[in-house]
Structures are given as C-alpha cells and as structure tokens.
C-alpha cells in the first residue's frame, strides 16, 4: 500500500508563495499519477492539480492556473506543488493523492491513496 506525507504548508502573507511536497514514505510514485485536492472539514475535496506518472501530462483547477506549477522527481519519489500568489481564498488543507494508474483520472473517488494532509493559511 502505497503512503504519502506532504510537508510544506505554512502561514504566508497574501501575494507569498509556498512550495508544497508529497513524498512516498511506503512504495514508489514513479509509476502512477499523483493529484493536489483542497479540502475544508466538513466539504467535499476539490481538484488543484494532477500529473501523470512521466509528467508528460498536467492539468489544473481554473483557480489554479497561472499560479501554481505541479512537478514530479521520481528520482526523489516526490511530488511538487509550487503555490505563488497566493490569496486568502487559498486557505485551506491540500492533501496529495494518487490513484492506481498512471494517468489523472476525472474524479477525486479514483484516488485510492490519501496522505494526512498539510494546513495553508494565508493571511491578508
């Protein structure tokens, strides 16, 4: 069973950046897609980012673009999310995720691996 730890969140200011990273603690990245989600307690979680297992393919929430770059090391078994400009409506706790296959699936319920979850907060 594959684990996932992110680290990197933080307090920042508005208009700061953050450099969020996913790491497998148990099994290997290399070879399957791994998402960013957003989830406040108590809501449903919402796509930020994905890419495929090559990092050939990405794709981003509309909120996201322009603004966050989502990268991969499969050397380092870690996956990146380089948050700039970031807004109050940010805040929030971003959980990395990856399904079973090697491409972004549509749909958060394909996720089969959820880490613990790392807590952003962006003050104005």
């Known amino acids: 069973q594959l684990q996932l730890v992110e680290s990197g969140g933080g307090l920042v200011q508005s208009g700061g950046s953050l450099r969020l990273s996913c790491a497998a603690s148990?099994?290997?990245?290399?070879?399957?897609?791994v998402g960013w989600f957003r989830q406040t307690p108590g809501k449903a979680p919402q796509g930020v980012a994905c890419?495929?297992?090559?990092?050939?393919?990405?794709n981003y929430a509309d909120s996201a673009k322009g603004r966050f770059t989502i990268s991969r090391d499969n050397d380092k078994n870690t996956v990146y999310l380089q948050m700039n400009n970031l807004q109050p409506e940010d805040t929030d706790i971003y959980y990395c995720?990856?399904?079973?296959?090697?491409?972004?699936?549509?749909?958060?319920?394909?996720?089969?691996?959820w880490g613990q979850g790392t807590q952003v907060t962006v003050s104005s």
């Open positions: 995720a990856a399904p079973a296959g090697r491409l972004c699936p549509g749909s958060p319920a394909n996720f089969g691996s």
């Open positions: 148990r099994g290997t990245l290399r070879y399957v897609a």
């Open positions: 890419i495929s297992s090559t990092g050939a393919d990405t």
